[in-house]
């Protein structure tokens, strides 16, 4: 179901270009846009008109309306409504087919404010919808696998690379950033945006075909386009990403990705002229940007190279149904998946300050440990929500108990939300991502309850997730359009329906209103 100015822009091509009358979201989302909801924190309706949506999901439209009857508080009804489909209402920028096979569904999923596809953040953008997919044939079962072939197009082409350009099929011009980089291997600027290897790129397109296969059971698409060869391209890329410094005769072993650029920003670019800082031979595989694009101290990551371990062990039943996939391939996979998850035990579990056993953020084999937590995602609080390991694990829950306290350099507290932030801000600036990930991952009522609360009174009567806001005021804060984070809370919320169905008839309500 398409809006009425949907426009082709090809042969059978679905795209969405907006009319006159729609107002760009980044202007609309700057307003406290009618009617305010009716609680005390007068929330705003942030969705645009079904018209100039950029696409419309009748499974969405009805989970929406189903969880709203079951939703108590006016706030929280309000805030759901605005944020789970805000991906589908504002970020399918295109939707086509390739130039080469008009079979080939694709999908240019943007950030939010910014006119590029994350493979990361795309992904996580369009991992919600999976609690509402349940056939091949579900509308939003092409949003997804036009997702996954857009990625995997762009994993092959240059898959140290983060963040890509639309597609040429798309009729929309690159846009450059500005920046002057030099970066290794060499990339098209006309193809990406910017080329920050982040490891969890690999691990959020695993994550995203698991999920689309978890909920359709359809292995045949796999093996139509170009998921296969993007695999190969995730493997090779990584095994190269888990060379050392120096190889064993003491010879300095050349990286096969460097990256240098002009910023103002120590965390915008790497150590030692593009090569970043030594590490020693782990089995895990480098990740010299961490997933809020900003460098790493030590190039080890241990949350993303968990969450490469558990989807590449999890993709490896659809490689195994492939008829045209190379022989071997699963069983290259599961191989590489267990030897991570056997280094991020022998290495990634360090002792704490008070001697518990916990997982450090990032290690470099040679002793180095960066003892902390970052709001994105894949985080260590976020471990059990990737499915690497049991929210009872002990060594979690120690890490777990560590990085929610002022233990972890990055946590931000004060009197309206105390939760994890990230260097990609400043110091005090705490990420309401990671107060929803905090009640994603948690059993104790009231744990829950009070993230739900900070995040409720963190949007500044706007009624959407920003990526940071100042813990003592509110009304600081950083980007108004953030679908990555607006799907999150959407997405706790359906978790919260589905596990603690009692917590949605609670009142979420201040017990004190501030006035101006």
């Not at 798309?170 to 920046?179: F, H, L, M, V």
């Not at 002229?273 to 190039?299: C, E, H, I, K, Q």
Request: contains cysteine.
């Amino acid at each position: 179901m398409w809006s009425s100015n949907a426009i082709g822009l090809a042969p059978l091509l679905i795209g969405y270009v907006f009319g006159q009358s729609c107002p760009g979201y980044s202007s609309f989302s700057q307003s406290r846009n009618p009617p305010l909801s009716t609680g005390a924190y007068k929330l705003a309706y942030q969705r645009p008109a079904p018209e100039c949506r950029t696409f419309n999901s009748s499974l969405v439209e009805d989970a929406i309306a189903q969880v709203k009857e079951d939703i108590y508080d006016p706030d929280l009804s309000r805030l759901f409504e605005n944020t789970f489909p805000n991906t589908l209402d504002t970020a399918i920028k295109w939707r086509g087919v390739a130039a080469n096979n008009t079979e080939e569904e694709l999908t240019f999923v943007i950030t939010g404010d910014i006119n590029a596809m994350w493979i990361r953040d795309s992904a996580n953008q369009i991992a919600p919808y999976k609690v509402v997919l349940k056939n091949k044939t579900d509308e939003l079962a092409s949003v997804f696998r036009g997702t996954i072939n857009l990625q995997a197009r762009y994993l092959i082409a240059s898959p140290y690379c983060n963040a890509f350009q639309p597609p040429p099929e798309s009729g929309i011009p690159p846009e450059q950033n500005g920046g002057i980089y030099s970066v290794t291997p060499a990339y098209d600027r006309n193809v990406v945006f910017t080329c920050n290897f982040e490891l969890d790129d690999f691990g959020g397109f695993l994550q995203l075909s698991h999920d689309y296969y978890a909920a359709t059971g359809d292995a045949d698409f796999f093996g139509k386009f170009q998921w296969i060869p993007a695999v190969q391209s995730i493997l090779a890329a990584a095994e190269a990403m888990r060379q050392p410094t120096y190889g064993p005769d003491g010879r300095w072993l050349r990286p096969e990705y460097t990256f240098q650029s002009q910023t103002m920003s120590a965390s915008g670019t790497l150590a030692n002229n593009g090569v970043g800082m030594p590490v020693n031979y782990t089995g895990m595989a480098r990740s010299p940007f961490r997933p809020s694009d900003d460098s790493a101290l030590f190039d080890f990551s241990v949350p993303a190279n968990m969450m490469l371990s558990r989807y590449l062990d999890a993709c490896a039943p659809i490689a195994e149904r492939l008829p045209n996939a190379p022989r071997g391939l699963a069983g290259r996979m599961r191989g590489m998946a267990a030897e991570i998850r056997g280094a991020i035990a022998e290495w990634g579990v360090v002792r704490a300050p008070d001697g518990t056993r916990v997982f450090a953020y990032e290690v470099d084999g040679f002793g180095g440990q960066n003892l902390m937590d970052d709001a994105n995602i894949p985080s260590l609080l976020s471990a059990p929500f990737l499915g690497y390991l049991d929210k009872n694990d002990t060594v979690y829950r120690n890490t777990r108990a560590f990085v929610l306290s002022r233990r972890n350099p990055w946590w931000c507290e004060g009197p309206y939300i105390n939760a994890i932030g990230s260097a990609h801000v400043r110091p005090g600036a705490a990420w309401p991502m990671s107060a929803i990930m905090r009640a994603m991952t948690s059993d104790d009522d009231m744990e829950i309850i009070t993230a739900v609360k900070e995040v409720l009174r963190s949007t500044d009567g706007y009624g959407l997730i920003h990526e940071s806001v100042n813990s003592f005021d509110t009304s600081d804060w950083t980007r108004q359009w953030f679908t990555w984070a607006n799907g999150l809370f959407g997405q706790m919320v359906m978790d919260l329906a589905d596990r603690k169905p009692h917590l949605l008839k609670e009142s979420f309500q201040p017990f004190f209103i501030e006035k101006d």
